[in-house]
């Protein structure tokens, strides 16, 4: 399994991005995908998640102001973040958990799900 981000980059504060991540090598339809980021000197924390039924979950940090969404067909994952403040600056990673039985997305935002696969990240900055 591969996952590969792009779409990071610099912005202003209350600026946007769309994040990308390309997933191959599955073929499992019982999943969690998630984006995580992880700011210099910060626990990793996990901002949202969704599951094969489109079902999403967000962290209360970004409620309102980031999307994740997938496109099954090209599976690519996507993160849109609107509204950037410079506490929105770090590494960010898509991962994916494949499962044996559907869940709902609170289990993937709960901790319950291991997250084995990971990509490389991509960088945001928000200045202010």
């Known amino acids: 399994v591969q996952l590969v981000e792009s779409g990071g980059g610099s912005v202003q504060a209350g600026g946007s991005l769309r994040l990308s991540c390309a997933a191959s090598?599955?073929?499992?339809?019982?999943?969690?995908m998630g984006w995580f980021r992880q700011a210099p000197g910060k626990e990793r924390e996990g901002v949202a998640f969704?599951?094969?039924?489109?079902?999403?979950s967000y962290a209360d940090s970004v409620k309102g102001r980031f999307t994740i969404s997938q496109d099954n067909a090209e599976n690519t994952l996507y993160l849109q973040t609107n509204s950037l403040t410079p506490e929105d600056t770090g590494m960010y990673y898509c991962a994916a958990a494949f499962l044996m039985v559907k869940v709902v997305v609170q289990y993937c935002s709960s901790g319950s799900a291991t997250f084995s696969y990971w990509g490389q990240g991509t960088q945001v900055t928000v200045s202010s």
């Open positions: 969704i599951n094969e039924d489109g079902d999403t």
């Open positions: 090598g599955y073929t499992s339809r019982k999943y969690c």
